[in-house]
């Protein structure tokens, strides 16, 4: 069997589809605890909310905007320690979804405690909130870096050309770098950074290649907001984040089916 055939094959097999719709699920409840962690932490650095705007606007349909503006505008920044941790609490819950659908993925057993899972989903959200806290920071000090160095003897004219050019990757560097994170700890299998480069290197080109389709087909094909009113945005949004369920899920796949192939040599369990 050829591999994107069984790749085909076991995404359906493993419940690909139903698995895509859980994740879109957890995906929204987690969304407002998520953005209200975010805006607490960002409170503390030179950053505006128009820059987390800008961020997501590079990827989401335009009709799901209102919905994350509004819960960005709206969000509490003054937690307290508390508040803090119970919004983290809450937003951990769609990466639990994600732990699920790739010990599926591998067909391994969750023998890992509770807490040890639990603990495993809230360090990789708080991790996701940091990774995308760099990437608003980064265009911040990154124009003062670029300008400090072109203003050094023999550095050439072109510098600050090439130098904001390089902004463009941020994006998909820091999707590669979540996506990578959540293939190496999330499933109860002990793997090795290079062995879960593939699926992450394909999920954030799928993960991309899809929100720019969908958000042209909203926005050139269909008006969910003239059939639906004000329900629309939260519609669209989660059409969205279905389709970044599956794309999430086939990364899974991808690096799973490459074990089971013994291209990816046979490594335990976590215990």
Do not use: C
């Amino acid at each position: 069997m050829s591999f994107l055939k069984e790749l085909g094959w076991r995404f359906f097999l493993h419940e690909g589809p139903s698995k895509s719709a859980e994740l879109a699920y957890f995906f929204l409840l987690s969304l407002f605890p998520f953005m209200i962690f975010l805006l607490t932490l960002i409170g503390y650095l030179p950053v505006k909310t128009g820059d987390v705007i800008g961020l997501i606007e590079q990827y989401a349909p335009e009709d799901t905007m209102s919905v994350i503006e509004e819960t960005l505008n709206t969000g509490n920044r003054g937690l307290l320690s508390f508040g803090i941790i119970a919004a983290l609490w809450s937003a951990s819950n769609g990466l639990n979804a994600i732990v699920r659908a790739f010990n599926h993925a591998y067909e391994v057993e969750e023998n890992r405690s509770f807490i040890m899972v639990r603990l495993t989903s809230l360090l990789l959200t708080a991790a996701m909130v940091f990774t995308i806290l760099i990437a608003l920071l980064l265009p911040v000090f990154g124009r003062a870096i670029g300008h400090f160095i072109a203003n050094l003897d023999g550095t050439p004219e072109m510098f600050l050309t090439a130098w904001s050019a390089l902004r463009w990757g941020i994006s998909p560097l820091v999707l590669l770098i979540v996506f990578t994170a959540l293939y190496f700890f999330a499933p109860n299998k002990r793997l090795s950074f290079k062995f879960v480069l593939p699926g992450a290197v394909a999920a954030t080109a799928g993960w991309i290649l899809v929100s720019v389709l969908f958000s042209y087909y909203v926005s050139e094909f269909v008006n969910y907001s003239a059939t639906y009113g004000s329900l629309g945005g939260i519609i669209v949004l989660m059409i969205w984040f279905y389709l970044s369920g599956m794309m999430i899920i086939l990364g899974g796949e991808i690096n799973a089916l490459l074990h089971k192939r013994k291209i990816i040599p046979e490594e335990n369990p976590r215990n």
